[in-house]
């Protein structure tokens, strides 16, 4: 899907559940979606704060939240560190670099086995599960090797 097509679709997602589109809201989910880097807030707000010289920190995440009820986001925690914000394609898997955190995308397929198993062996009714992949990326693998 394009780019704008998938902006599009989120706006129309956005105006079913009655949810204001703004400037402010349209130029976060623009970055959300060309960025494609799993941006924190505060990533979000040094990239458009130029553009919307009234806009605070606050006021990102304030959308951020909206977007994520409507299930346009997902927010990634991690421990201690600042959340990350994914927006929402298909289902993913994430790799992410222990040298510089940048959290990269693959596909595979849905580990739905091992819900059912984790189901069957807890009784735990399962929501959902995430499998993150550890290690260097590419870029601090080269800086390591001079
Ligand atoms: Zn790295
Ligand atoms: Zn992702």
Known sequence: ????????????????????ITPQRHAIL?????SMAHPTADDIYKSLEGKFPNMS??????NLRVFKEVGLVKELTYGDASSRFDFV????????????????????PGL???????SHVTNFQ???????????????QKQKQH
Do not use: W
């Open 1 to 20: 899907m394009a780019m704008s097509d998938q902006i599009k679709e989120a706006i129309e997602t956005l105006k079913q559940t009655g949810v204001r």
């Open 30 to 34: 623009e970055y959300l979606v060309e």
């Open 57 to 62: 920190v606050a006021t990102v995440y304030n």
């Open 89 to 108: 394609t298909t289902d993913h898997y994430h790799a992410i670099c222990e040298d510089c955190g940048k959290i990269v995308d693959f596909h595979y």
């Open 112 to 118: 739905n086995e091992v819900e059912h198993l984790a």
């Open 126 to 140: 399962v929501s959902h599960h995430r499998m993150e992949i550890y290690g260097q990326c590419p870029d601090c």
